[in-house]
Antibody, heavy 121, light 108 residues
Framework: EVQLVESGGGLVQPGWSLRLSCAAS????????MHWVRQGPGEGLEWVSG????????GHADSVKGRFTISRDNARSSLYLQMNSLTADDTALYYC??????????????WGQGIMVTVSP | QSALTQPASVSGSPGQSITISCTGT?????????VSWYQQYPGKAPKPMIY???KRPSGVSSRFSGSKSGNTASLTISGLQAEDEADYYC?????????FGTGTKVTV
């Protein structure tokens, strides 16, 4: 059974940094692209970042470019999101999701339950 | 990187059919046959309903179907049921990034 479990969220002050992790199990992690998707309170889904199976391809939304960095460790079956210079606009539930294939172009076929990040003074 | 455009809400009676549109550009929906659709209940993670424009994941009802014309993709729900009341989002690849639609609340 595919499982994606996010961790590392919490309450931080504006300007601080946070690193999210996603532990994957139940499939060969290194064969699939992975993504981060977020949803602000009462808002819609927003794609944040995606990374190909071999890390050759990384994409970030303009809203986080230069502040957030996606990475992965295939040996540990783990996905990460380093978030710097956080602002109130980054307050959201962050989901880890698996891409159907190795490239970031494919749809998201499995999702974690999400981890909350709150940015507030 | 603009979000794909969806109607804010669509409603229908039980048994009816409804269609949700997802309008993008020639850089995303119009170029790639990779639009997917997700159903989301309040407080729950999104659930894949359609992928690669027209394909249904295992376990998804055949009442859900997808199509595309030009820069607009569509999700049709036929034989509307109370359990279909949820939020729906489209998603597309756009060359170097990905983008979601603005979301549609379906009311039965």
């Amino acid at each position: 059974e595919v499982q994606l479990v996010e961790s590392g969220g919490g309450l931080v002050q504006p300007g601080w940094s946070l690193r999210l992790s996603c532990a994957a199990s139940g499939f060969t992690f290194g064969d699939f692209a992975m993504h981060w998707v977020r949803q602000g309170p009462g808002e819609g889904l927003e794609w944040v970042s995606g990374i190909s199976w071999n890390t050759d391809i990384k994409g970030h939304a303009d809203s986080v470019k230069g502040r957030f960095t996606i990475s992965r460790d295939n040996a540990r079956s783990s996905l990460y999101l380093q978030m710097n210079s956080l602002t109130a606009d980054d307050t959201a539930l962050y989901y880890c999701a698996r891409g159907r294939g190795g490239d970031i172009r494919w749809d998201l076929d499995y999702w974690g339950q999400g981890i909350m990040v709150t940015v507030s003074p | 990187q603009s979000a794909l455009t969806q109607p804010a809400s669509v409603s229908g009676s039980p048994g009816q059919s409804i269609t949700i549109s997802c309008t993008g550009t020639s850089s995303d929906v119009g170029t790639y046959d990779l639009v997917s659709w997700y159903q989301q209940y309040p407080g729950k993670a999104p659930k894949p309903m359609i992928y690669e424009g027209t394909k249904r994941p295992s376990g998804v009802s055949s009442r859900f179907s997808g199509s595309k014309s030009g820069n607009t993709a569509s999700l049709t729900i036929s034989g509307l049921q109370a359990e279909d009341e949820a939020d729906y989002y489209c998603f597309s690849y756009a060359g170097t990034f990905c983008v979601f639609g603005t979301g549609t609340k379906v009311t039965v």
